[in-house]
């Protein structure tokens, strides 16, 4: 087990062994006025995961988790699972839409199917698409459920400034029942 703080424990040897899992935490003098937040990044430029990463850290008491290597859907699914069968959740999923091989769009699709939606973090989705369709091929447009659901949207590029503030405002926005 590897604790990471808080209320968190759960196994991720074969996460952490793929060297595909990086986790860090913060904190601050609001740490007892808050839970921690759990926030957990899909990307498959591992450079630019980290800098997200980085530039999320400068928000009070989260926890961060970082997904780059594919097949991503499957690791985040199992990961959520994982929390879910501890009592923890996550409460951001930030992924980018056009993954090697995957589509951010079926990755929330799948934890809309397979977890309840009470466990379901707030969706938020990037992209460098320079058509502004949000994923290739209308991806955006096969998954209207998802649509339903998504928190915010960031076109890339973006300023550290633009992630940080439309995450802390989907973090401070309270979560919807479906």
Known sequence: MLDIGCHLR???KQYCSLGNLTISTTGGKDMEKRERCHIIVIDDNRDLAVMVQRILKQLQNVVITVFYLSPFGDQV?????NLQEDNAKVDVLLTDIDLLGEIGF???????LELPADCWPK??????????NFGKNGSMLEYPDVMLHL???????????????????VIAT???KS
Do not use: N, W
Not at 106 to 112: L, T, Y
Not at 151 to 163: D, H, N, R, S
């Open 77 to 81: 699914l199992q990961y959520l699972k």
């Open 106 to 112: 079926e990755i929330i699709h799948r934890i809309m």
């Open 151 to 169: 928190a915010a949207k960031v076109e890339k590029p973006f300023l550290a400034e633009t992630i940080e503030e439309t995450i802390r405002s």
């Open 123 to 132: 969706f938020v989705v990037m992209s460098g698409d320079p058509e502004g």
């Open 10 to 12: 759960y196994p991720c």
């Open 174 to 176: 309270p979560t919807q």
